[in-house]
């Protein structure tokens, strides 16, 4: 067990809700006896606060693992995320307040909001783009990007947001995969003061893509040099989206959806080199995205949210997008880095703008940490009033620092877990109900059943296990896009009837789960998952590289870095130059948040007899720690070499 996992789990530390909150929260415990009581009906209810074209006939038809949610049921999750909010005292209310790195500013209000989505979808049907099409979206975090989700989601089509830091393969790839026919990019976005120039990334992937007919490119940067600078418009398929959007109409009929159709394609590593296209659709997703929205972060109109998260990740997409503007809600967007141009950006937006619930990472709260007490200690923060953890397990010592520096011990602490593939919050407690224990994200989420079960699939009450989900609940993935099988296989064949989720975690006697951190060969970098295949397959892609093994490394504020064990082919030299080359060739291929930071050059990599690579032995070098059992290897020779040489070369 490692000194961090020790200190996790002796942790005694327990945090009431303040008395203040609990009296107006609008989570009450009720809702856990009352989804305990009755757990269709329980999210049955949540369906019932969005409005429906047409009701459904059943809450769920569940034949494992596929489940269906409010079938029959139609909606338009565009029309339930603004043309609801327009007939009442919302319509000049703040949807989106954005701030771009440079210090630009928008504000859209619901009215705003709602004409830009419209045009936009009028753009893309002018374009040909129809309901079931699939259109990718690469785009920095500015409003267009939720303008652009919408804007598919009204006219059916269904949009798969790549992260604007992938390289331009990995949009190729998941472009192919989905076979999308349009592709929504800006000229660039700004990131530490520089340009990022997607369209050019665009470009280079489109190449391989013949999927894709159009692309509609938006001018991040009006007026600068022009707008060829940074965009070769290509004729015939690239269109300006501010030209397209002029010249549509403002106002654009909603499809009517069904429950069940596909709202989103999202991409997320896995186990295998491959990315996952985790399917999401309507009437359930939207459920969890709402409910979950109101009651862990406990909003209201006066609230302004600010989810971090940038919208290529499912975060994003449930935070940032869906759930709040469902509920009517004011969102901060903001487009760049949190220590760009100095370290308290993050704190000059929340004084800014008054941000009343705030939602980041543990390893943005940790980097909060190391850079220090006086960034924030400068700005008023008084107007927090809750905050929120995702992405991976918080340390304690973090969770602490959260609550004193930013919360000033005043703001509850909701640590979120979830994945891309659960869509919406599943563990987590509700503030104002549940006491808090620093680390721990309590219990599930009304509605949501968790279990922990041994290795062999038995259920245990309590104690160190694995995270199985026994029930479906209504934001679950539907399947894996164009690979029903793969779905059955990762999620569901472990632990027979379960859904597994990939988490060791530990249950204590109070029925509270601590997450623990995945136990298949998927890396937790920097909040943000990362396959281990994924990452050797690009190593193996230089011509130098025999083989690659990659392995997680503590790190103190990435909470996981990646280190890769490289042997070279016949002929390559090992050079610090290599070492540069291998780390940028990772970085075209995936995207900067792939980049090693270690990668160690080997003769041989410990394998069993079976010749399966020994990442447990690798992690053990990578960790300076003593190896640990050695006996099933071929050749017991080359990982202790391996361990020596390693050492040398640290020291
Ligand atoms: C994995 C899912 C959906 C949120 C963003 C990440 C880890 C997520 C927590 C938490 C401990 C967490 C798990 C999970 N994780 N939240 N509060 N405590 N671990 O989404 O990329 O799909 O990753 O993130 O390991 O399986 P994702």
């Known amino acids: 067990m490692t000194d961090q996992l020790a200190t996790l789990l002796s942790e005694q530390?327990?945090?009431?809700?303040?008395?203040?909150?609990?009296a107006r929260a609008l989570a009450t415990e009720k809702l856990y006896r009352k989804a305990q009581a009755d757990r269709l009906g329980f999210w049955e209810d949540e369906a019932k606060t969005l409005d429906w074209m047409a009701p459904w006939s059943r809450v769920l038809e569940w034949t494992s693992p596929h489940a269906k949610w409010f079938v029959?049921?139609?909606?338009?999750?565009?029309?339930?995320?603004?043309?609801?909010?327009?007939?009442?005292?919302?319509?000049?209310?703040?949807?989106?307040?954005?701030?771009?790195?440079?210090?630009?500013?928008?504000?859209?209000?619901?009215?705003?909001?709602?004409r830009e989505v419209n045009r936009a979808a009028n753009a893309l049907r002018t374009l040909g783009v129809k309901r079931?099409?699939?259109?990718?979206?690469?785009?920095?975090?500015?409003?267009?990007?939720?303008?652009?989700?919408?804007?598919?989601?009204?006219?059916?089509?269904?949009?798969?947001?790549?992260?604007g830091g992938f390289s331009a393969e990995s949009l190729r790839d998941r472009i192919n995969d989905a076979q999308a026919v349009a592709l929504i990019t800006a000229d660039g976005g700004y990131r530490r003061g520089q340009v990022v120039p997607l369209k050019r990334f665009a470009d280079e992937a489109l190449v391989e893509c013949p999927s894709v007919r159009h692309v509609m490119v938006v001018r991040r940067r009006p007026g600068a040099d022009g707008d060829e600078a940074f965009a070769e418009m290509k004729e015939g398929r690239d269109h300006w989206w501010h030209r397209l959007l002029a010249a549509a109409g403002p106002e654009a009929l909603p499809e009517a959806m069904d429950s069940e159709d596909l709202l989103f394609i999202l991409y997320t590593s896995g186990t295998t080199g491959k990315p996952k296209g985790i399917v999401h659709t309507t009437g359930g997703y939207l459920t969890q995205a709402a409910a979950t929205t109101k009651y862990v972060f406990d909003l209201r109109d006066e609230d302004v949210f600010w989810c971090?998260?940038?919208?290529?990740?499912?975060?994003?997409?449930?935070?940032?997008?869906?759930?709040?503007?469902?509920?009517?809600?004011?969102?901060?967007?903001?487009?760049?880095?949190?220590?760009?141009?100095?370290?308290?950006?993050?704190?000059?937006?929340?004084e800014r703008y008054g941000v009343t619930v705030f939602y980041t990472a543990p390893t943005a709260i940790?980097?909060?940490?190391?850079?220090?007490?006086?960034?924030?200690?400068?700005?008023?923060?008084?107007?927090?009033?809750?905050?929120?953890?995702?992405?991976?397990?918080?340390?304690?010592e973090a969770w602490i620092w959260y609550h004193e520096q930013i919360g000033?011990?005043?703001?509850?602490?909701?640590?979120?877990?979830?994945?891309?593939?659960?869509?919406?919050?599943?563990?987590?407690?509700?503030?104002?109900?549940?006491?808090?224990?620093?680390?721990?994200?309590?219990?599930?989420?009304?509605?949501?059943?968790?279990?922990?079960?041994d290795a062999k699939g038995q259920r245990i009450e309590k104690g160190g296990g694995f995270l199985t989900l026994t029930e479906p609940w209504p934001g679950m993935l539907r399947t894996i896009y164009g690979d029903d099988e793969r779905y059955r296989q990762t999620y569901w064949s472990r632990f027979p009837g379960r859904y597994f989720a990939g988490d060791g975690a530990k249950v204590d006697e109070d029925g509270y789960w601590w997450i623990l951190g995945r136990v298949d060969d998927v890396l937790n970098v920097a909040g943000h998952r990362i396959g281990t295949m994924e990452v050797e397959s690009a190593l193996v892609d230089h011509p130098s590289?025999?083989?690659?093994?990659?392995?997680?490394?503590?790190?103190?504020?990435?909470?996981?870095?990646?280190?890769?064990?490289?042997?070279?082919?016949?002929?390559?030299?090992?050079?610090?130059?290599?070492?540069?080359?291998?780390?940028?060739?990772?970085?075209?291929?995936?995207?900067?948040?792939?980049?090693?930071?270690?990668?160690?050059?080997?003769?041989?990599?410990?394998?069993?007899?079976?010749?399966?690579?020994?990442?447990?032995?690798?992690?053990?070098i990578a960790e300076g720690r003593a190896l640990g059992d050695t006996t099933t290897l071929a050749d017991p020779n080359v990982v202790a070499k391996l361990k020596d040489q390693y050492e040398s070369e640290e020291g």
């Not at 771009?100 to 909001?113: A, K, N, V």
């Not at 190391?370 to 991976?392: F, Q």
């Not at 563990?427 to 808090?436: A, H, K, M, Q, S």
Request: a positive charge; one cysteine or more.
């Open 72 to 114: 029959g049921g139609k909606l338009n999750v565009s029309v339930n995320c603004l043309d609801r909010h327009l007939s009442g005292p919302r319509r000049n209310k703040a949807a989106l307040i954005w701030e771009g790195e440079p210090g630009d500013r928008r504000t859209l209000t619901y009215w705003d909001l709602a």
């Open 13 to 22: 530390r327990r945090f009431p809700p303040p008395v203040g909150f609990a």
């Open 366 to 396: 940790r980097a909060f940490m190391k850079w220090g007490t006086e960034h924030p200690a400068r700005h008023n923060l008084s107007t927090l009033r809750l905050l929120g953890s995702v992405g991976e397990p918080i340390n304690p």
């Open 545 to 620: 590289v025999a083989e690659a093994a990659v392995v997680g490394k503590t790190h103190e504020l990435k909470g996981q870095a990646l280190a890769a064990f490289v042997t070279l082919k016949e002929g390559a030299k090992v050079t610090a130059a290599l070492k540069d080359d291998l780390k940028e060739h990772v970085t075209k291929k995936i995207g900067a948040i792939a980049r090693p930071d270690d990668i160690y050059f080997a003769a041989d990599l410990p394998k069993t007899r079976s010749g399966k690579i020994m990442r447990r032995l690798l992690k053990d």
């Open 408 to 453: 000033k011990g005043r703001c509850p602490i909701v640590d979120t877990w979830w994945q891309t593939e659960t869509g919406g919050i599943m563990i987590t407690p509700l503030p104002g109900v549940v006491t808090t224990k620093p680390g721990s994200a309590t219990i599930p989420f009304p509605g949501v059943s968790a279990e922990l079960v």
């Open 132 to 163: 079931g099409d699939r259109v990718a979206i690469y785009l920095p975090m500015i409003p267009e990007a939720a303008i652009a989700m919408l804007a598919c989601a009204r006219i059916g089509a269904v949009h798969s947001v790549v992260f």
């Open 308 to 350: 971090t998260a940038d919208i290529g990740w499912v975060t994003g997409h449930s935070y940032v997008v869906y759930g709040p503007l469902a509920n009517g809600a004011t969102v901060l967007m903001y487009e760049g880095a949190p220590d760009w141009p100095e370290r308290d950006r993050f704190w000059t937006l929340v």
